[in-house]
């Protein structure tokens, strides 16, 4: 694969999934009991910010300004919101940016690494060579914490079902491939005969509500399991940006995860939305018994 996640670091679909991977993980920590965290396309873990603005070879327009960039400098945010801006704000200043805006973003792994405690554990894996020797060299020897160069959609049957019987999956792939939704979908499927109660969160663009519908119907053949959807738009497909609105699908969301995520998502649309048909969605798409 070529895709590199360097360049839309930080934009809003980055902050949509951010943002509610903090608080599924939040959730699940409301129980002593550990649990495994499992992500699928981990990435390099951590984004130079200044890199999407000078490009591969020219400058580019970098996304991250009308995502996390709007919610530098914000007021009155909610919980979950000011949860998730306070870990990009600490890794940032670590990294040694004393600047008035973001410079180090920090990707999936890092944000789990931050809220883990000794009793989770993390697995994370990446395909592209060049990504996951990045990664190792971000995640370096956090306990309780392994990097896997491999296919993260065989991994999972790897580790499924956990010693912990709880766990958390991250399904972030970059869509290059045609059938990337086929192998999502068949991923998850495995993911939930090995470990029905486990929680899985897919992330997709949204290129038009015809293939949302798409999406919504394919996942309904997880029930009886519970599936919600959260969507965040921040213009009319072909309006403006290149993406203009993503989602994430939760299998077995966490009780009241639902209005968590409701209510984030709404705020999120107010403060991100760049032009007509901006707005969120939540739906149950499988709702629970």
Not at 234 to 263: E, H, K, M, Q, Y
């Amino acid at each position: 694969m070529n895709y590199r996640h360097q360049f839309h670091a930080g934009n809003f679909a980055d902050v949509l999934k951010h943002v509610l991977l903090v608080e599924l993980v939040r959730a699940l920590q409301r129980k002593e009991k550990g649990f495994v965290f499992l992500d699928t396309h981990a990435g390099r873990g951590r984004y130079d910010l200044a890199v999407a603005a000078a490009g591969d070879s020219l400058a580019r327009q970098p996304e991250w300004p009308e995502g996390v960039g709007r919610l530098w400098n914000a007021t009155g945010l909610p919980e979950p919101l000011s949860a998730y801006l306070s870990l990009v704000r600490a890794h940032d200043v670590s990294r040694g940016n004393l600047s008035g805006g973001p410079r180090f973003y920090p990707g999936s792994p890092l944000l789990v690494a931050a809220l883990a405690r000794p009793v989770d554990r993390m697995v994370f894996c990446e395909l592209n060579p060049a990504e996951c020797d990045a990664l190792r060299g971000v995640m370096g020897a956090l306990r309780r914490c392994e990097v896997r160069c491999a296919d993260g959609y065989a991994e999972l049957a790897a580790v499924l079902p956990p010693l912990e019987r709880r766990a958390l999956v991250l399904i972030d792939p970059p869509y290059e491939a045609q059938d990337e939704f086929p192998r999502a979908f068949g991923a998850m499927r495995e993911g939930l005969r090995r470990l029905a109660g486990g929680v899985f969160a897919l992330w997709y663009p949204l290129t038009g509500r015809a293939r949302a519908d798409d999406i919504l119907a394919a996942l309904r053949e997880f029930a009886p399991a519970p599936v919600l959807s959260v969507e965040l738009n921040i213009a009319a497909v072909g309006s403006g940006p290149r993406l203009s609105g993503c989602g994430l699908a939760v299998v077995n969301p966490p009780w009241r995860f639902d209005d968590t995520a409701r209510d984030t998502a709404a705020h999120l649309a107010r403060l991100l939305t760049q032009g007509q048909g901006g707005g969120s969605r939540v739906d149950w798409v499988v709702p629970p018994v």
